[in-house]
């Protein structure tokens, strides 16, 4: 079991505002977009969805002091040691999900469109009419045992007769052609946490792909993208502004914002390789600020001579 703690680099008495002031400055470490491990700042993102869920924490503390806890069955680990198969859940699928950096801010509720694999209807996810393997007798594993009297060891393969599936295909489903599943559309609504940002993972128990007489989990992985003209930098709200020259000459700007319009006293000097600045307006989660970048176009008016 993956130590949270240690991934996050608290101890076990940390507080809220500890594990959410370490889970900030590891995320920013590595954050693939810095140069990064995508693969640790998975493990923190995951780490910091559990502790920072109190419900979540207390659950994996007790597996964590118990290992047998949590609903778990002891015997299956001698099952594991002697090799007997157990029941296999269907493997998560990962799909990319854009998010607008407003929606983001706002945690809004977004609507997904998606397709999946679902079990084929008309063979009941059989694949068409199976006969038994004869070879392995439905295993679909062969044992073999090396060795003398004193000392074997015993191994499995696949089983080649029917490659490793335990049986063969008397009639092959003309719907799915054998494979089981077949292709259905499925649309979700998601609510989306406040602040989220590129790279974490949203999971849709139930969600994914049929295999093996269960659907599997699907996890969104996080993209979060430019929408009407603001950005998401980090904790930060960004806004591109495009001015008019007449604007430069004016005392005061009145900016959008997702919580309503911001009125931005100009300085003295604008200065557009300087963003301006409003302290406490960006991501509430994350304790960000509101930058407003100033751009300018002009429609210069050709002059006939």
């Given at each position: 079991m993956e130590n949270y703690y240690d991934i996050l680099g608290v101890s076990e008495t940390a507080t809220q505002e500890e594990i959410k002031k370490a889970f900030r400055t590891k995320s920013k470490e590595l954050h693939p977009d810095r140069g990064g491990d995508e693969e640790q700042f998975k493990k923190v993102n995951e780490a910091y969805s559990t502790l920072s869920?109190?419900?979540?924490?207390?659950?994996?503390?007790?597996?964590?002091?118990?290992?047998f806890g949590g609903g778990g069955d002891p015997f299956d680990i001698f099952a594991n040691m002697f090799g007997q198969r157990q029941a296999q859940r269907a493997p998560d699928r990962v799909m990319d999900l854009n998010v607008g950096a407003v929606d983001s801010f706002l945690g809004k509720k977004i609507t997904i469109n998606y397709s999946r694999k679902k079990h084929c209807e008309p063979c009941n996810g059989q694949g068409g009419q199976r006969q038994t393997c004869g070879t392995c007798q439905g295993s679909g594993r062969i044992t073999q045992s090396m060795g003398n009297s004193f000392f074997q060891n015993i191994f499995q393969t696949p089983c080649g007769a029917c490659q490793g599936r335990g049986f063969h295909f008397i009639s092959v489903c003309n719907v799915c052609s054998g494979e089981g599943k077949q292709n259905e559309y499925q649309q979700v609504d998601i609510?989306?946490?406040?602040?989220?940002?590129?790279?974490?993972?949203?999971?849709?128990?139930?969600?994914?792909?049929?295999?093996?007489?269960?659907?599997?989990?699907?996890?969104?992985?996080?993209?979060v993208l430019s929408q009407d003209d603001f950005e998401k930098s980090g904790p930060d709200l960004i806004y591109n502004k495009m001015m008019s020259l007449d604007e430069f000459d004016k005392e005061e700007l009145d900016i959008p914002h997702p919580d309503g319009n911001i009125t931005i006293k100009l300085p003295d000097v604008v200065d557009t390789t300087i963003p301006l600045r409003v302290k406490g307006k960006g991501y509430k989660n994350e304790d960000g600020n509101f930058y407003v970048k100033l751009h300018v176009k002009h429609k210069r008016i050709s002059k006939s001579y």
């Open positions: 869920d109190d419900g979540k924490k207390q659950e994996y503390d007790m597996r964590r002091s118990n290992p609510n989306l946490p406040v602040g989220i940002s590129d790279g974490q993972m949203i999971k849709g128990t139930g969600m994914g792909d049929y295999h093996n007489g269960v659907f599997g989990d699907m996890i969104f992985k996080i993209n």
